[in-house]
């Protein structure tokens, strides 16, 4: 049984553990506020984008733009969009199970966002070509240069795809791992909100207002369709930091609470132990009373 001394000092370890966790806790519920707010805004920009590109495409002929196209190589790209600190769950470890799980055809190769999307990848030995350190708060600039890279590397044709396996953002409690297809952008699914929120659904072209393109069409692509990629990328990236804010405030919820706990029982394993020791030491005053008389 460990002696008093020993259950004060782990008192006071959990203590000051429990002060760390709380003050964590607080730092990512007020970061979490202005991701979900940055995200949930970003949604209705997408929404808009989907809408013009269905315009777009009914209005051009098909196969008039190389991001409608498949590569001829048989490689695939995939963007892992993770995170740069620890300590938010199982939000990482259930994107990589999520990507290992995912079956990909042809030779895969990786680009990354976030330190523990790098490192998690070195550990399984994948091909990684490129890493984009990507401060928080996230900048439209900056992702710029990442769907950049990644369309110039669409259109060498040397890769068939370009993925994209993020953590999308539910709600406080509800972060979904996920893998999307960014290149070539996909006709069928192009009015579809790339299921940002549980309320996806398709948008019907017949009920889009008419667009009138001037020059034309083909020539609004040039400028649309790589501002569609980078923005749905920003959406994305988004989405993944309103997640790592999120799953990092309930976990360091929960270490707060479970340390209150700990300490609830600690405190009660002391008051036994020095009970005990109080009924040891009386034994032994009585006991020695009684030898005297």
Known sequence: MPSTRDIRRRIKSVKNTAQITKAMQLVAAAKMKKAQDQAANGRHYAEMMNKILVALKESAEEGIHPHFTEGKG??????????????????????????????????????????????????????????????????????????????????????????????????????????????PVNPVTLGGKRGFDEQSKEIDASELPQYTFEPG???????????????????????????????????????????KQLLKDLTLEYNKVRQAAITNELLEITTAKMALE
């Open 74 to 183: 048989n490689k695939t790209l995939v963007l892992v969009i993770a995170t740069d600190k620890g300590l938010c769950g199982a939000l990482n470890t259930n994107l990589l199970k999520k990507l290992i799980n995912t079956k990909i055809d042809g030779e895969v190769e990786y680009v990354t966002i976030g330190r523990k999307a790098s490192q998690g990848l070195a550990r399984l030995r994948k091909t990684l070509i490129a890493d984009f350190p990507i401060k928080d708060p996230a900048k439209f600039s900056e992702i710029r240069s990442v769907g950049r890279f990644l369309q110039d590397k669409f259109l060498t044709g040397e890769y068939k795809t370009v993925l994209v396996a993020f953590n999308n953002f539910i709600n406080t409690v509800t972060q979904v791992p996920s893998i999307e297809q960014i290149l």
């Open 217 to 259: 069409a083909a020539v609004v692509f040039e400028t649309v369709l790589p501002q569609y990629v980078n923005g749905t990328l920003y959406q994305m990236l988004l989405e993944a930091r309103a997640s790592e804010h999120s799953s990092r405030m309930v976990a360091m919820k929960n270490a707060t609470d479970n340390a």
